[in-house]
């Protein structure tokens, strides 16, 4: 298998959590450009986090931010990405971020928000697998699985459960190949006309 699936679940949005605790995923957030007229552009500063920083300072000057109870894309993880690339930047940006937006630190216990994300994340994922199909959570991506045949694979849900020493690679929780085929075009697709 080349490919590896595992979608990520986040918390409604609490500044307090979001400053310290966790980011959101930027292939899932989408904003109208009023948002972008109303509080600038990224901070070119920020080589990896001007996502992150946007995001605060969107939220610390007044934006609303709405959850939408559906996977709406995909992201390709690689060794080449730049996080994986230049992991020390990536902590000196994330101290840089939390230091700027809230030097006096987390309200909230990070022992606390770490264990509340661990509890979440599995009680996700649990839904996740042993909804397949079930179109009550995540309705249009579960019906996109269901009408391809993608396999669920409810045995990836146990490499959730075990304590971060004893995993291995991630495990998918689908067939990520076969999900893959579905959602990129063949070469015969790309070149006909629409």
């Known amino acids: 298998t080349q490919w590896k699936f595992y979608p990520q679940f986040y918390v409604p949005f ?7 605790h966790a980011t959101l995923g930027q292939p899932t957030v989408f904003w109208k450009r009023s948002v972008r007229d109303r509080f600038g552009d990224f901070d070119m ?25 559906e996977i709406l894309a995909v992201q390709v993880e690689h060794e080449g990405t730049l996080r994986n690339n230049h992991p020390q930047l990536l902590q000196e940006e994330f101290f840089r971020l939390r ?10 216990g990070r022992r606390y928000a770490s264990l509340e994300r661990k509890i979440r994340w599995r009680w996700y994922q649990a839904q996740f697998i042993l909804g397949g199909g079930a179109k009550s959570r995540w309705p ?6 269901a009408s391809h045949e993608i ?16 995993r291995g690679d991630r495990a998918s929780l689908l067939d990520a190949d076969q ?3 579905n959602l990129m075009p063949t070469p015969t697709e790309q070149d006909e006309p629409a």
């Open 99 to 108: 230091s700027h937006y809230d030097p006096g630190g987390p309200k909230q």
């Open 151 to 166: 396999e669920m694979k409810r045995s990836g849900l146990l490499w959730y459960m075990l304590p971060l020493a004893l």
């Open 45 to 69: 500063s920020y080589r990896l986090l001007g996502d992150c920083e946007y995001w605060l300072r969107a939220a610390r000057n007044g934006a609303t931010f709405n959850h939408l109870d």
């Open 140 to 145: 249009r991506f579960m019906e996109f699985v």
């Open 179 to 181: 999900l893959v085929r």
């Open 14 to 20: 609490d500044l307090d959590y979001y400053t310290h």
